[in-house]
């Protein structure tokens, strides 16, 4: 069936370095990528999506980029800061009916 | 605007026990949906309406779980009987164009669920 692969499951980095967290799709007709943030104890909020019709989108200190050859797409932070860490979640959307195919995390640790 | 609102944010119950899960969704909108997030993963989805409508439940263990969005506001979720297995976090999300394309979830803080 339809899957979405994430690494790391754990991702340490130096305060102010930078964060890239990898995800794969396996539906080829997948054409919806979000990425969403969970903080402790809360639900997941989005912080960043791309649809396929794009290749790259940024946001401040956050940017995605999809790769629909291959079927990846990833999420990069710069100049991580300590309110970074949290757990982050990949998803892939497929077309037919829009429900979203979820990572399985990947939990970001900002070292001071 | 007032977020996604979900009660209550702890359960503990024994297994065979039922348990009911309460959320109300961001005023406006249409689409609403229940996630099971077990420790360690990410959410499944088990439920989805489109106002008081089911649009997906293939993935809901009919012979425990139920839900129901009165009015397409509020929504219930129920387990009967409990099981060990279903110890995890349960999410509310909605969005705003009733699932007729790819948008954002906004989602509850959820209820933690531990059965003993």
């Known amino acids: 069936g339809e899957n979405v692969e994430q690494h790391p499951s754990t991702l340490s980095v130096q305060e102010g370095d930078s964060a890239v967290i990898k995800c794969t799709y396996s539906d080829s007709a997948s054409n919806y990528f979000p990425w969403y943030k969970q903080e402790l104890g809360k639900g997941p909020q989005l912080i960043i999506d791309i649809r396929s019709n794009v290749g790259e989108k940024k946001d401040q200190r956050i940017a995605v980029t999809l790769n629909k050859t291959a079927k990846h797409f990833s999420l990069h932070i710069t100049e991580t800061q300590p309110e970074d860490s949290a757990v982050y979640f990949c998803a892939a959307s497929r077309r037919s009916n829009y429900q979203l195919i979820w990572g399985a995390g990947t939990k970001l640790i900002i070292k001071p | ?116």
């Open chain 2, 1 to 116: 605007e007032a977020g996604v609102a979900q009660s209550p944010r702890y359960k503990i119950i024994e297994k065979r026990q039922s348990v009911a899960f309460w959320c109300n969704p961001i005023s406006g909108h249409a689409t609403l949906y229940w996630y099971q997030q077990i420790l360690g993963q990410g959410p499944k989805l088990l439920i989805q309406f489109q106002n008081n409508g089911v649009v997906d439940d293939s993935q809901l263990p009919k012979d425990r779980f139920s839900a129901e969005r009165l009015k397409g506001v509020d929504s219930t979720l129920k387990i009967q009987p409990a099981k060990l297995e279903d110890s995890a976090v349960y999410l509310c999300a909605s969005s705003w164009t009733g699932g007729q394309g790819n948008e954002k979830l906004f989602f509850g803080s959820g209820t933690q669920l531990s059965v003993l």
